[in-house]
């Protein structure tokens, strides 16, 4: 592989034969696992079928949205997906945006940092007791689970399933070192961000947990466009990057980064549904701050300085706006570099 690190890939939803064969390429590879995010669709579906046909990757949901089902719901899905994987499966849990919660989704967002301790917590007692007849009651402030009725089939294949939650802000860092088994670091972060905000907010978030370093997986998502043609690099990184920054709450984010002019103009530009606005607000600077762009060796050596402190890595094509023949290029060259 090119890098010492464990690296991970991204799979979106797809007919069975190419997901069949993109799988079965991961793992012949010796790529460390697969995350299926909630964005163009809920990702265990296709995390199950790529159980089916692999015996050693990793399977990550890279991130479900834990706000949108009940936590019990979410609970047996990870211990279905785990026994069918023979305890390869890792849950990725994650608060999204307001807007896409309450407003698509229908669903509760309320204090997503509380919203989520309790949904983690729940997961972890049904994973741990839910065969065993003793959780009768559940109850926080988002989620009443009346589990008199209810009990597993058997005990999960495993007592406690790893949990992966991830952060854009300093909060959501402290609370991954605290309560998680590992923290998905948002492919929005620079340089700058990981060096001085996340790696301080992980060591407080153990801290008061009592927790050691060891007991945390950082794995840094990062966007990865590798040629040759370091301007068509940049151009092609433009439309997704400025479609990641989209949210307002990100705003603070930009702002302490250095590009909050562009994010506020980005934001404006998508209220009105102007996409072409988006991309053309997002200057060459931010796109070079926030994506790994370059040739090969640039990649490298920048994808290594930037993912010092992580566990892992997790090199991802700027999938939005691409073509298909570009979608291919991108991904044979993470794929060379990163994969062996």
């Keep these: 592989m090119g890098t010492a690190k464990p690296v991970w890939a991204q799979v979106t939803p797809m007919a069975q034969a190419p997901l069949v064969a993109l799988v079965k390429s991961y793992e012949a590879a010796g790529v460390e696992g697969i995350w299926a995010p909630q964005i163009f669709g809920a990702p265990f579906g296709t995390l199950a079928a790529a159980a089916t046909v692999t015996e050693r990757l990793k399977l990550g949901s890279g991130i479900a949205l834990a706000f949108v089902r009940s936590p019990l719901e979410t609970a047996c899905s990870a211990i279905d997906l785990d026994r069918i ?9 994650g608060s999204s945006a307001e807007s896409q919660i309450e407003g698509s989704f229908g669903s509760t967002y309320g204090k997503p940092l509380a919203h989520m301790r309790e949904i983690v917590g729940m997961i972890r007692a049904v994973v741990a007791r839910g065969h065993t007849g003793e959780l009768a009651e559940l109850k926080g402030e988002y989620h009443h689970l009346d589990l008199s009725h209810f009990r597993l089939l058997g005990p999960a ?5 790893p949990i992966y939650l991830p952060a854009v802000f300093e909060k959501a860092c402290a609370q991954a070192g605290e309560i998680a088994d590992g923290l998905l670091g ?23 947990a009592g927790r050691s370093r060891g007991e945390l997986t950082l794995n840094l998502s990062i966007f990865v466009a590798i040629s040759n043609d370091r301007r068509e690099a940049i151009e092609d990184s433009r439309a997704n990057v400025a479609y990641y920054s989209q949210n307002p709450q990100y705003l603070r984010y930009f702002q ?3 590009f909050g002019r562009e994010a506020a103009a980005i934001q404006d530009a998508f209220a009105r549904d102007d996409f072409v ?24 050596a920048r994808v290594a300085a930037r993912s010092a402190n992580a566990d892992a890595i997790t090199p991802v094509i700027p ?16 794929a060379e570099l990163f994969y062996g």
Excluded: F
Aim: proline residues 1%.
């Design 157 to 161: 294949l495993r007592s406690a399933i």
């Design 319 to 334: 999938h939005y706006g691409l073509s298909e023949e570009k979608s291919i290029a991108y991904t044979q060259g993470i």
């Design 85 to 93: 994987s023979d305890g390869r499966m890792v849950l990725g849990l």
């Design 256 to 258: 302490e980064i250095g």
């Design 186 to 208: 948002h492919p929005l972060w620079n340089d700058s961000w990981i060096a001085n905000q996340v790696q301080s907010n992980i060591k407080a978030g153990l801290v008061k």
């Design 277 to 300: 606005a988006m991309a053309a607000a997002c200057s060459d600077a931010m796109v070079e701050s926030i994506a790994v762009v370059g040739t090969a060796d640039e990649v490298r």
